[in-house]
């Protein structure tokens, strides 16, 4: 999984999350409605705007469910249970892909 958003920016649309991680808006929808942990903002027009924590809780949510093969209760349970730990290793996977990534980068240019 490889998610491009700006880090400068303080809210994200809907469109621009679910295209990061090339999935539906329909089910950023689902599981904003489904995980509580999920917090976007509301416009004027009611349009949800998603703050990076958002984000990063999307990031979590997308491992547990489309990486890991996680149940929406499993990947709501686990959540629960041992949230911390969770977003520790997946924190820790996270900078370990990007920094292979970089050694690869850095291997192809040699």
Not at 51 to 66: A, C, G, R, S, W
């Amino acid at each position: 999984m490889h998610i491009e958003l700006s880090p400068d920016k303080r809210y994200y649309s809907i469109g621009e999350v679910a295209k990061a991680f090339d999935v539906n808006a329909s089910l950023i929808r689902f599981w904003d409605k489904e995980f509580d942990i999920l917090k976007p903002k509301k416009n004027a027009k009611g349009n949800r705007m998603f703050t990076p924590e958002d984000v990063n809780n999307l990031k979590l949510i997308f491992h547990l469910v489309k990486e890991r093969g996680f149940t929406l209760e499993g990947a709501k349970t686990h959540l629960k249970e041992g949230q911390k730990k969770t977003l520790d290793k997946f924190e820790i996977i996270s900078k370990l892909e990007t920094i292979r990534t970089q050694l690869t980068n850095i291997k192809n240019e040699l």
